[in-house]
């Protein structure tokens, strides 16, 4: 029913649908697709705060032939194709853990599915319901130990979020370099991909916008640095998030935990320790959750992830103290 009510919508706000978009019809027309067009998603932080942030297109230029391809439909048609795809994507994972897995307790596919990170995925029109299933896949090769195919997941995630780099860096560091170092060869050829079909300049484009966002303002970014300066203390938080990074970083190299272990430590950091990390990002981590049995911590930090981040903008009306902590809520989670 949600999901008819999305496709039958009167639209008139598209969302980040728009920015996509709008994206993908900049590159058609070789201009730049990480900047602001009359339909990329805007909004103001506060009432307090009359400043506008436009909410541009971030995602790496491996993803940009993708918005592009879309971008050749009408905006409707485009929000009509990219929700069914999510929506087919949130399916085939779920499908692909029960088969896989026939003894994974139902409660963590009904779980998977409810999740607030899903419907909010699918109501802004975000792309995480992608990064779920390339992430379903990752986990699942990686434990049942086939390496290479692993490897092109885990490259392909780190080519689509760069925040993932954790993850072969971690790898590398526990004692499995062949496929770490496979891993980081793979998100290289993707992200060079894009090169022969819009050129070095679009790698300029997209770290000015990177350079320039100011999306910590939200809630939803659950990074710890992203934390702190909301609270006035960037400096603070940056110094924290790589503190713990580093720790993270010997204490793997130290213990050379198994290698599910060292992959759920290195997704955690890269969430909790980039300097960009939306709440949704938690996805990455949901085959693995799926994947064992659920004692009370993680039961707690599952019924976290439950609450829509819808609700962490609640506060954005209000002084710098709630807006701060709403978004905490995820990062307790993680």
């Given at each position: 029913?949600?999901?008819l009510?999305?496709?039958?919508?009167?639209?008139t706000?598209?969302?980040?649908?728009?920015?996509?978009?709008?994206?993908?019809?900049?590159a058609t027309?070789?201009?730049n697709?990480?900047?602001?067009y009359?339909?990329?998603?805007?909004?103001?932080p506060?009432?307090h705060d009359?400043r506008t942030?436009?909410?541009?297109n971030?995602?790496?230029?491996?993803?940009l032939?993708l918005f592009?391809?879309?971008?050749?439909l009408?905006?409707?048609?485009?929000?009509?194709?990219?929700?069914?795809?999510?929506?087919?994507?949130?399916?085939?994972?779920?499908?692909?853990?029960?088969?896989r897995?026939p003894d994974?307790q139902?409660?963590q596919i009904?779980w998977?599915?409810l999740?607030g990170?899903v419907?909010d995925t699918?109501?802004?029109g975000?792309m995480?319901?992608?990064?779920?299933?390339v992430a379903?896949l990752a986990?699942?090769?990686?434990v049942e130990?086939?390496?290479?195919?692993?490897?092109?997941?885990?490259?392909?995630?780190?080519a689509?979020?760069?925040?993932?780099?954790f993850w072969?860096?971690?790898?590398?560091?526990?004692g499995?370099?062949?496929l770490?170092?496979?891993?980081f060869?793979?998100?290289v050829?993707?992200?060079?991909?894009?090169?022969p079909l819009?050129?070095?300049?679009i790698?300029?484009e997209?770290?000015?916008?990177?350079?320039n966002?100011?999306?910590w303002?939200?809630?939803t970014?659950m990074s710890?640095?992203?934390f702190f300066t909301?609270?006035?203390?960037?400096?603070?938080?940056i110094?924290?998030?790589?503190?713990?990074a580093?720790?993270?970083?010997w204490t793997?190299?130290?213990?050379?935990?198994?290698?599910?272990?060292?992959?759920v430590?290195?997704?955690?950091?890269?969430i909790?320790?980039s300097p960009?990390?939306?709440?949704h990002?938690t996805m990455?981590l949901?085959?693995?959750?799926?994947?064992?049995?659920?004692g009370?911590?993680?039961?707690?930090?599952?019924?976290?992830?439950?609450?829509?981040p819808?609700f962490?903008?609640?506060?954005?009306?209000?002084?710098?103290?709630?807006?701060?902590?709403?978004g905490?809520?995820?990062?307790?989670?993680?």
């Amino acid at each position: 029913m949600f999901v008819l009510s999305l496709l039958q919508h009167n639209w008139t706000n598209y969302r980040v649908f728009g920015s996509y978009w709008a994206s993908g019809v900049a590159a058609t027309h070789g201009i730049n697709p990480y900047a602001a067009y009359p339909l990329t998603l805007r909004f103001h932080p506060s009432a307090h705060d009359p400043r506008t942030i436009f909410d541009c297109n971030l995602n790496p230029p491996f993803l940009l032939p993708l918005f592009q391809g879309l971008s050749h439909l009408t905006i409707l048609g485009f929000i009509r194709a990219w929700t069914i795809g999510s929506v087919a994507f949130a399916a085939f994972t779920a499908a692909l853990l029960l088969w896989r897995y026939p003894d994974i307790q139902k409660r963590q596919i009904l779980w998977l599915l409810l999740a607030g990170s899903v419907f909010d995925t699918l109501w802004i029109g975000q792309m995480y319901l992608l990064l779920l299933f390339v992430a379903a896949l990752a986990w699942i090769w990686l434990v049942e130990g086939r390496e290479l195919p692993a490897a092109v997941m885990i490259g392909v995630l780190v080519a689509m979020k760069p925040n993932f780099i954790f993850w072969p860096v971690f790898l590398f560091l526990a004692g499995n370099r062949r496929l770490a170092l496979r891993s980081f060869g793979f998100a290289v050829l993707c992200s060079v991909a894009p090169i022969p079909l819009y050129g070095v300049r679009i790698y300029r484009e997209w770290i000015h916008a990177t350079a320039n966002d100011l999306h910590w303002i939200v809630p939803t970014d659950m990074s710890i640095s992203a934390f702190f300066t909301r609270l006035g203390q960037h400096a603070v938080g940056i110094g924290l998030a790589a503190a713990i990074a580093l720790l993270l970083a010997w204490t793997i190299w130290r213990a050379k935990p198994g290698i599910t272990a060292t992959s759920v430590i290195a997704v955690c950091a890269a969430i909790l320790c980039s300097p960009i990390a939306w709440c949704h990002y938690t996805m990455v981590l949901a085959p693995a959750l799926c994947m064992r049995r659920w004692g009370w911590p993680l039961c707690v930090a599952a019924a976290l992830m439950m609450i829509p981040p819808s609700f962490l903008m609640i506060p954005m009306g209000g002084s710098r103290l709630p807006v701060a902590f709403a978004g905490s809520v995820y990062l307790i989670a993680t």
